[in-house]
């Protein structure tokens, strides 16, 4: 007995050397796999669709690979490249015209030096000058630092762009298949497995379709703005508000506002209240229009939740949080939802026999 129960133990712990080896080994490629499992769950019904049709699951497989690269990588090249392109020009523009950009807040002082509010506050117009003046050096500076980040690496992304494409077509193909396996394997149970799957899903399609496609409407719209209004960096700049839309408690507002208020104060006063207008009335509130019809019942977290979820998983991830730590917060409590339902009631139970 002694020995089959050391026979058990030495296997447990082979089985969990092994384990632990193996997704150290795939650890360098957890992101393309996590964006592969993710775009696999989001369009294995446009695969079954195409399968009912062609009988085929490689070539179901193969087309649904393509219908992905022109929906969203295509669009994704296009677009980093026109960012990078303005992000240069944004960068040299706030290099060369400083002394313009603190000669127009200065202009904008002059004006407001009357208003009687204005005086009693003293504002100190040369320090907000050159602090404002810095900043915006510094923003520009940080976008051009990340954008060579992004060049240097293309290698790099490339070979991952790569990795997640060949598991993607994989997932795509046998993802279910895959998932009954795992199930099978997995102890805890059909019940509380589907649980973890119903989380895990119903997340991701809130988060994917609630913030990620709201926030690119949101994007466009901005770029449309800033591209009518004759503001330098639109690209930059609606990318920077599909950003922030995507992160809780914030909102395009960041962007579109500042640059709004930068109109005003250098006398294009037309066009800045043209931009509050559009801004408020169209971008603000498309948000609670949009939102119900694409959400839906699959958001099931708390927002405070949400927001810290989104923000630390932005923080420790890197740009995949938005999606990791959401996931993640939901798995939380899809553990704490088993405990509810079955490990508090057998205490229960236990407790009523005692």
């Known amino acids: 007995m002694d020995f089959i129960k050391m026979r058990h133990f030495l296997f447990f712990i082979l089985l969990a050397g092994v384990t632990y080896l193996f997704f150290t080994i795939l650890q360098p490629f957890f992101y393309p796999l996590f964006w592969a499992a993710i775009l696999a769950s ?3 019904p446009t695969y079954k669709k195409i399968k009912a049709k062609t009988k085929s699951p490689n070539f179901s497989s193969a087309l649904t690979l393509v219908l992905i690269f022109f929906i969203i990588v295509l669009p994704l090249v296009l677009i980093s490249t026109l960012v990078i392109k303005e992000t240069l020009d944004l960068y040299d523009a706030a290099s060369n015209n400083s002394h313009q950009i603190a000669t127009d807040l200065q202009n904008f002082f002059s004006a407001v030096q009357s208003n009687s509010i204005i005086q009693k506050l003293h504002i100190n117009q040369t320090l907000i000058t050159s602090k404002l003046t810095e900043l915006a050096q510094s923003f ?23 990795v997640m494409f060949y598991a993607l077509f994989f997932f795509v193909r046998d993802g279910e298949k895959l998932l009954k396996e795992l199930m099978h394997l997995c102890p805890l149970g059909d019940r509380y497995e589907k649980i973890l799957y119903d989380k895990f899903t119903s ?15 949101q994007g466009v719209m901005g770029f449309g703005m800033f591209f009518l209004a004759g503001i330098k960096g639109a ?31 250098i006398g294009n006063t037309g066009t800045g209240i043209a931009m509050i207008l559009f801004g ?23 927002p405070l939740l949400v927001l810290f979820s989104t923000l630390g998983g932005l923080a420790t991830f890197g740009i995949s949080g938005f999606v990791i730590g959401p996931v993640i917060a939901s798995l939380l409590l899809a553990f704490w939802e088993m405990y509810d339902q079955y490990y508090k009631k057998d205490l229960d139970n236990n407790s009523t026999v005692v």
């Open 280 to 302: 408020t009335v169209v971008i603000g509130t498309i948000d609670n229009l949009l939102r119900p019809v694409l959400v839906g019942r699959d958001s099931q977290l708390h």
């Open 235 to 265: 690209a930059v700049w609606g990318v920077l508000m599909v950003i922030l839309a995507c992160i809780p408690a914030l909102g395009c507002y960041f962007v579109w506002l500042p640059a709004a208020i930068g109109e005003l104060i």
């Open 203 to 217: 997340t991701v399609r809130a988060t994917i379709k609630g913030t990620l496609i709201l926030g690119l409407i």
């Open 42 to 44: 989001i369009f294995y």
């Open 140 to 162: 520009t500076g940080f976008i051009l630092l990340s954008a060579k980040i992004i060049t240097q690496n293309s290698l790099i992304f490339a070979g991952m762009f790569v």
